[in-house]
């Protein structure tokens, strides 16, 4: 059973409608002290530090200027943007070698002109063929820099290490030498060379298990102001409590949660299931106090939970949450139908025929196909009017389509499951606006059209009394 939880202030979609995969109420900052003077604050007392992956690319194409300035809105402190060089020698945000995945063009960005770029369209949230065409141009690093500069948030300048005297000499131009983070793995002697240009460069180092041994080890005076860790498993040694507490000597330590890999299990998802699984352990068992995530608003939330010593998440009075691996224990043909006996995923409930699948610790139903059905017996608390949605993750157009079936002989109108740009990447769809429930337990029927491809996972299913 995974504990409930729920999105901070999640706007709800219209069901059917594709709106921006979750755009949220702004955030306010949790404290009045500004980034940069965060930043250089490091070991006990120091505050975690959030830094949004690509922007806010839940509300605007990732690496956009609207997903840059809109990551600040929504509680970051450190922006992470990827910078690639055009064939023409010019600095513009895109996380590829390509622009394929993320625009309505094709090519690698070296073989392309500034110019040829910038006729280029982004396309929704972090892109894909399927993903809708919007109006929006790639920018360049220096309309980046320019949109925040009075932010106050810091710049992450991921992918820059190699056009690194470039993206200096712009930032020299334009008076934010502060304002940007440089970051490598590279040999310590390299990265010193750099440093000491200019005492005013910010860094920080990347460490994995080939240059564990570089914590710790930079000249006397010149540590990096991060030291990222990257690992898969909690043996490697740059994980181990005495290397952790060496970078925090002189360093804030950062660690991101978007997958599995970057830091073992600890992932975005497997904290919005329980923040013990992800960030609370990052923060108490392993000294993080900087968290690069997807979902920015979301940590804001809970280490603004945890400073005023409230529990979080938390699910508002009245509302039932069900997740899709806790169905019907009835079995084959009575508590679900699936097309085949087997468990494609085997994240949960192993040896029933449900595909239960782990995306980046979210436990959810995939492998969804036309005709299967999953019978879920929910607890109503009070009698009343219910807005019902579901958590989904597609990067297909079209999705899918399914219904609601309660008690056997009320269904909701057919929805057509929304493109979120990756089966990593959910939101949360209304299924019915308002729907009638009383007090007590309820059979409710999740059916896949048997007339439609389905292709998207399901997360969880939400009934939020209405007041």
């Known amino acids: ?10 706007l709800v979609a219209l069901a059917g409608v594709v709106l921006p995969l979750r755009e949220t109420a702004a955030v306010p900052p949790r404290a009045a002290e500004k980034p940069a003077a965060m930043f250089l604050r490091h070991g006990a007392g ?14 605007a194409p990732e690496n956009s200027l609207d997903a840059v300035t809109k990551a600040v809105a929504h509680g970051a402190q450190v922006v992470e943007l990827d910078i690639r060089r055009t064939r023409d020698g010019e600095l513009v945000l895109m996380h590829d070698d390509s622009v394929d995945r993320t625009t309505d063009g094709k090519g690698r960005v070296a073989d392309l002109t500034l110019a040829e770029v910038q006729t280029l369209r982004l396309r929704e949230g972090l892109g894909g063929k399927y993903a809708p065409i919007t109006g929006v141009r790639v920018p360049t690093l220096r309309d980046a820099m320019l949109a925040l500069r009075d932010s106050g948030a810091l710049v992450n300048l991921d992918r820059g290490w190699a056009y690194r005297d470039q993206i200096y000499d712009l930032l020299v131009e334009l008076g934010q030498v502060e304002q940007g983070i440089f970051k490598s793995g590279a040999p310590i002697d390299e990265v010193t060379a750099f440093l000491d240009r200019d005492p005013r460069i910010v860094y920080n180092h990347v460490v994995g298990d080939a240059n564990a041994m570089d914590i710790g080890a930079f000249p006397p005076g010149r540590p990096p102001q ?6 898969d498993r909690l043996t490697d040694p740059q994980i181990q409590p005495a290397a952790v507490a060496r970078a925090k000597t002189t360093s804030r330590v950062w660690v991101s949660t978007m997958w599995y890999g970057m830091a073992a299990g600890y992932t975005d998802e497997a904290s919005l299931r329980d923040p013990a699984l992800g960030w609370g352990s990052l923060v108490d068992r392993h000294g993080a106090d900087m968290i690069q995530t997807d979902d920015p608003d979301d940590l804001t939330a809970w280490l603004t939970a945890r400073e005023l010593g409230q529990p979080w998440p938390r699910l508002p009075g009245g509302t039932v949450r069900v997740q ?3 169905y019907s224990p009835a079995g084959q043909g009575t508590g679900y ?25 979210a436990i959810v ?11 879920y ?10 807005r019902v949605s579901a958590r989904v993750a597609s990067p297909y157009r079209p999705a899918g389509r399914f219904t609601l079936t309660f008690d056997g002989n009320r269904t909701t109108p057919p929805v057509e499951v929304v493109t979120t740009t990756s089966h990593y990447a959910f939101t949360s769809q209304v299924v019915a606006d308002s729907w009638p429930l009383t007090k007590g337990t309820h059979s409710v029927v999740f059916r896949a059209d048997a007339a439609v491809y389905q292709n998207f996972n399901l997360d969880h299913l939400d009934f939020l009394l209405l007041r």
Do not use: Q
């Open 46 to 59: 120091a505050p975690v530090m959030v830094v949004a992956h690509r922007g806010y690319w839940r509300g």
């Open 377 to 386: 017996d929910i607890t109503v608390p009070r009698t009343g009017n219910y």
């Open 365 to 375: 139903v995939g492998w969804i196909r036309a005709g299967e059905w999953i019978r």
């Open 337 to 361: 139908y699936d097309l085949d006996d087997i468990n494609r995923g085997g994240a949960a409930r192993p040896f029933e025929g449900v595909d239960v699948g782990d995306t980046a610790g």
């Open 324 to 326: 899709a691996e806790d």
């Open 226 to 231: 991060a030291y990222e860790l990257v690992f």
């Open 1 to 10: 059973m995974r504990v409930p939880i729920i999105a901070v202030a999640t």
